[in-house]
């Protein structure tokens, strides 16, 4: 059996976008390990392919060459492939050192030398669906059916409900974050208008740096008919999907929640502004998009989408602020 390392991404949305590259491994008879940071492990441990989780102790930014190199003495000899899913020249460091004889990546920050199976990075113009972009390390081809799938015990999702003191199927999560920048995130008003006319209880989720937010939701709501639990910041990243699985549907903007929730074929509704779903769609049946830029009727044109910019340079933000709240609602009536 082919031992097979794959260094993960560092983003939650495209950690759940390598899915379909670890099931085809997986089918040809691959055994799996993760290599993951550790705020996007819980992801692989949702993938019941994987064989084990190793969590690096590495953190953003710096070589940290010391740290890899001891990691690379403690799996030497342990694994015969290693795919490397990121571009950087430090996620190809840990596979060389550790002399794993074949490493699959693209080409990129000088990192030739670390790789032995080289693909062509294409031009960001040019460059596929990302869920095509990391199948293809398969060195597989037609990635036109490739769409991520996660799956948790019953057992885990129960206990986490119970925990929190909420029921499979009734309450609404709304992820009113984006770890980019504001260009992609949907009002806050706007989520506390639409938190207002739902049906049932809300969820607000999030990291701790998106706390904010979400408070912000709670005070422009004020009183509501439904209770809302803001749990920005504070949960683990497994009680987060715990909670997106048993939702009644997902509202979010293009972020790693997005991702979570069509893994798991959740109702929901994405919403995109400087994002192209085009580039990083949800793909689910269940999923609904909204994006201003593919609307005829929307006028004038938004011919500056998609920017992929932080910050929208021209400081009109209409791709988000023109979603109306109804717009939701008639999506999650559907």
Known sequence: MTRALIIAPQWIGDAVMTEPLLRRLYARGEQLTVGALPWVAPVYRAMPQVAEVIEFPFSHGGLQFRE????????????????ICPNSLKSALLPFLAGIPRRVGYLGEARVGLLTHRLKNPPKSQRPPMVAFYSALSGESDFSN???????????VDATLQTLGLQRGAYFVLAPGA??????????THFAALA????????????????????EIMQYMGVSQWPVLNLAGKT?????????????????NDSGLMH???GFGVPQVALFGSSSPLHTPPLSDKAQVLWLAQRPAYQPPLDCAPCFERVCPLGHSRCLNDIGVNDVLQLLKQ
């Not at 490739?146 to 885990?156: G, K, N, S, T, Y």
């Not at 809300?202 to 904010?212: D, M, P, T």
């Open 68 to 83: 890899r190199k001891r990691l690379a003495r403690q799996l030497d000899a342990q694994f015969d492939i290693a795919y």
């Open 146 to 156: 490739d769409r991520p799938r996660l799956h948790l015990e019953v057992a885990q």
């Open 179 to 188: 770890e980019f920048g504001p260009a992609k995130r949907w009002p806050t």
């Open 196 to 215: 207002r006319q739902l049906e049932l209880p809300v969820v607000l989720l999030g990291s701790a740096k998106e706390a904010l937010l979400c408070d």
């Open 236 to 252: 683990t990243l497994a009680q987060a999907l715990c909670l997106i699985e048993a939702s009644q549907c997902v509202v979010s």
């Open 260 to 262: 979570v929730a069509a």
